[in-house]
């Protein structure tokens, strides 16, 4: 398997621009999740799906933030409108399971809004 | 809210020396994993840790869980430049099992 595959790698915006970024999670996989990391506040889970299904979504930062998984092996993390402070690298992860079951990452997707 | 809190936040050493990064929390976690992460890539699983003072080894990383389920330790023995990178604790919360991230230790090992 080719991992988690993100896409696009690198996204340059302007405010005020919708965002869509992309992800494919490990096939047989189940859970899926979207992180956010900046310096400041590190890593933080964004929100996490299991066998497609939203199951907790309270990292979402607010509603112009929203997330899909309309199947098993692909989610969309979009971002409308955009702002400054939403820049970060975003991360997709998938995995078996959760607790002490290995979370896959992606390569991540730095985003930009200037 | 369970939160994980590293130190230190930025290590700077030369090749050969010896070093431990901690992990602590005031919230017992059921498991431990420690992760690893190059700049422009994700994180990577180096090791998880289950048992309460269980020590796991990986070649000159040693890893400790603490008695409680508190805290964790990473030891890297005789540091080399590849060792360089970004060593992050995560632990499962106790409510669905999502993995919180603690902030991470920039690790860096000059030749």
Known sequence: ?114 | TQLLEQSPQFLSIQEGENLTVYCNSSSVFSSLQWYRQEPGEGPVLLVTVVTGGEVKKLKRLTFQFGDARKDSSLHITAAQPGDTGLYLCAGADNQGGKLIFGQGTELSVKP
């Open chain 1, 1 to 114: 398997d080719a991992g988690v595959i993100q896409s696009p790698r690198h996204e340059v915006t302007e405010m005020g621009q919708e965002v869509t970024l992309r992800c494919k999670p490990i096939s047989g996989h189940d859970y899926l999740f979207w992180y956010r990391q900046t310096m400041m506040r590190g890593l933080e889970l964004l929100i996490y799906f299991n066998n497609n299904v939203p199951i907790d979504d309270s990292g979402m930062p607010e509603d112009r933030f929203s997330a899909k998984m309309p199947n098993a092996s692909f989610s969309t993390l979009k971002i409308q409108p955009s702002e400054p402070r939403d820049s970060a690298v975003y991360f997709c992860a998938s995995s078996l399971g959760t607790g002490e079951t290995e979370a896959f990452f992606g390569q991540g997707t730095r985003l930009t809004v200037v």
